[in-house]
T-cell receptor, first 112, second 115 residues
């Protein structure tokens, strides 16, 4: 069993829909939770991060972390065709153990 | 302007050859990483250097040897290439410190194909 599990999709939704992407994990030492976005044939880029449990909002994006359930989510409101990409969750135990452990990525397509 | 650059972008080679991939960052970061992304898009850390010191060394065949001449450069040398080495290799960089290394900047990737 992988340390981080993510539904690989693919996921296709119409423009304007709310998208929910999720990851579960098994390592209780993880403290930092990130979402990276990767466009086709490009390197991943950091979209959002959250430290410990809680919610964080940035424009149309909301990241949620529930450490008690070992479950993290990314919500995209008013989805746009430009949001079409692969979304990778990533986790880290923090300073002194900076290794990022990634999920397998969810491929998202927003249909105009 | 390029923050993290890698050369070459594409590499096609035969089994048994030795090849190198170079990475450079101009962000002033002190930590650099090599990741391997397989055909299913799974991204896995291989190595990390902080100020030329190896700090992460995952279970990787010893045919792979990273080298960091200075904190702005991290190269990856691969000996005796095998078919299973075909993947996209990403270099990344970050600052190191409490709460800093989550923000990693990735290069464009090097697509390695071993025939």
């Amino acid at each position: 069993q992988k340390e981080v599990e993510q539904d690989p999709g693919p996921l296709s939704v119409p423009e304007g829909a709310i998208v929910s992407l999720n990851c579960t994990y098994s390592n209780s030492a993880f403290q930092y939770f990130m979402w990276y976005r990767q466009y086709s044939r490009k390197g991943p880029e950091l979209l959002m991060y959250t430290y410990s449990s809680g919610n964080k909002e940035d424009g149309r994006f909301t990241a949620q972390v529930d450490k008690s359930s070992k479950y993290i989510s990314l919500f995209i409101r008013d989805s746009q065709p430009s949001d079409s990409a692969t979304y990778l969750c990533a986790m880290s135990a923090g300073f002194g153990n900076e290794k990022l452990t990634f999920g397998t990525g969810t491929r998202l397509t927003i249909i105009p | 302007d390029t923050a993290v650059s890698q050369t070459p972008k594409y590499l096609v080679t035969q089994m048994g050859n030795d090849k190198s991939i170079k990475c450079e960052q101009n962000l002033g970061h002190d930590t650099m990483y090599w990741y391997k992304q397989d055909s299913k898009k799974f991204l896995k850390i291989m190595f990390s250097y902080n100020n030329k010191e190896l700090i992460i060394n995952e279970t990787v065949p010893n045919r792979f040897s990273p080298k960091s001449p200075d904190k702005a450069h991290l190269n990856l040398h691969i000996n005796s290439l095998e078919l299973g080495d075909s993947a996209v290799y990403f270099c990344a960089s970050s600052l190191r410190g409490p709460g800093l290394s989550y923000e990693q900047y990735f290069g464009p990737g090097t697509r390695l194909t071993v025939t």
